[in-house]
């Protein structure tokens, strides 16, 4: 009965790979985001999608490309990856895309992304 | 630009004890600050919000004071429990063109001494 779900837990790969880290939400939500976490715990917002569609775009290097194939799933892919992309990425969904109560954000469990 | 940051970056307390958990906002503007929880290998949980019309607000175990003066906001927690050891966030919003996102602090990290 897991709310939001992301697939690797754990993600070590080499400089210049490319990955993918996968999010399904299983709550009906409209809108979906990643985060980057790093070392410090900063936590800092990457993208958004509602319905399908990007409505944030954070300034993040073009390697990252977001997809979100249904309102239920939205995937992140990361081209040549660089030491520093290293850091743990959480998925979220809420119901909406305003911020506010009766709309919170749901945060995955994180994938924690070590680059060599 | 916004920021939103802490005092402190740990905080330990007596298991039993209040805990108080302190953060600064610099963005006037804000009328919306959430407070969340992050335990160990695990995503951030909400805890408690507050609107910037309210400078007061509880919930179960939990107090959020805000004072728009001084642009500060406070967590505390009631009789602090081992299961309360986690990091702390709080997190005001920026309103943008098309959405509004969620802008956290850097964490305040509290340990339990038992």
């Known amino acids: 009965d897991t709310a939001v779900s992301q697939t690797p837990k754990y993600l070590v790969t080499q400089m210049g790979n490319d990955k993918s880290i996968k999010c399904e939400q299983n709550?009906?939500?409209?809108?979906m985001y990643w985060y980057k976490q790093d070392s410090k715990k900063f936590l800092k917002i990457m993208f958004s999608?509602?319905?399908?569609?990007?409505?944030i775009n954070e300034t993040v290097p073009n390697r990252f490309s977001p997809k979100s194939p249904d309102k239920a799933h939205l995937n992140l892919h990361i081209n040549s990856l660089e030491l520093g992309d290293s850091a743990v990425y959480f998925c979220?969904?809420?119901?909406?895309?305003?911020?506010?109560?009766?709309?919170?954000?749901?945060f995955g469990p994180g994938t924690r992304l070590t680059v060599l | 630009g916004e920021s939103v940051g802490l005092h402190l970056p740990t905080l330990s307390v007596q298991e039993g004890d209040n805990s108080i958990i302190n953060c600064a906002y610099s963005n006037s503007a804000s009328d919306y600050f959430i407070w969340y929880k992050q335990e160990s290998g695990k995503g951030p949980q909400f805890i408690i919000d507050i609107r910037s019309n309210m400078d007061k607000r509880q919930g179960q175990r939990v107090t959020v004071l805000l004072n728009k003066t001084v642009k500060h906001l406070s967590l505390q927690i009631a009789a602090t429990q081992p299961g309360d050891s986690a990091v702390y966030f709080c997190a005001d919003t920026l309103l943008g063109s098309s959405a509004s996102k969620i802008i956290f602090g850097s964490g305040t990290r509290l340990s339990i001494r038992p």
């Open positions: 709550l009906g939500h409209d809108t």
């Open positions: 999608y509602n319905n399908k569609e990007l409505i």
């Open positions: 979220a969904s809420s119901q909406g895309s305003s911020i506010g109560r009766n709309n919170e954000q749901f």
